[in-house]
């Protein structure tokens, strides 16, 4: 009969923190839309075109949508790692993605240097290096 006590404890903790980072998140989220604007995808892609060009800025677009709550859209100054709930890793997973559809190999990509900020205008930068020895 313990083991049931046991059970029905740990899903108790698992909905609790749940609810509560959902919360956050969306204490967060909040407070993220109310210090920037909140673009629609022509007003992104155009934000990001002259960085990295249209192609880029509306792959990101489609990547980084669903990670945004109704209410708020991604933003080219967004810090992707400190400003909204997204594993360290996803960004690695998004390159894959990138290079696949483009064509290219992510193994020989450029290094990111750790002292450029996560937004998501460097990321797009970062992605428009493309690998050595290709155009």
Request: aromatic share 18%.
């Amino acid at each position: 009969m313990s083991g049931w006590w046991f059970a029905a404890g740990c899903i108790a903790l698992y909905v609790l923190i749940w609810f509560w980072f959902g919360r956050k998140w969306k204490r967060d989220a909040s407070a993220l839309a109310a210090r920037r604007p909140n673009p629609t995808r022509a007003e992104f892609v155009a934000l990001l075109s002259e960085d990295a060009g249209a192609d880029i800025a509306e792959f990101l677009w489609d990547e980084l949508a669903p990670y945004w709550d109704p209410g708020l859209t991604p933003h080219p100054d967004d810090d992707f790692v400190n400003d909204l709930p997204i594993d360290r890793e996803e960004p690695q997973d998004w390159l894959e993605r990138y290079c696949g559809a483009a064509g290219y190999d992510w193994k020989h990509w450029p290094e990111w240097d750790a002292r450029w900020p996560t937004t998501v205008r460097q990321f797009s930068r970062w992605l428009a290096m493309r690998p050595e020895g290709r155009a």
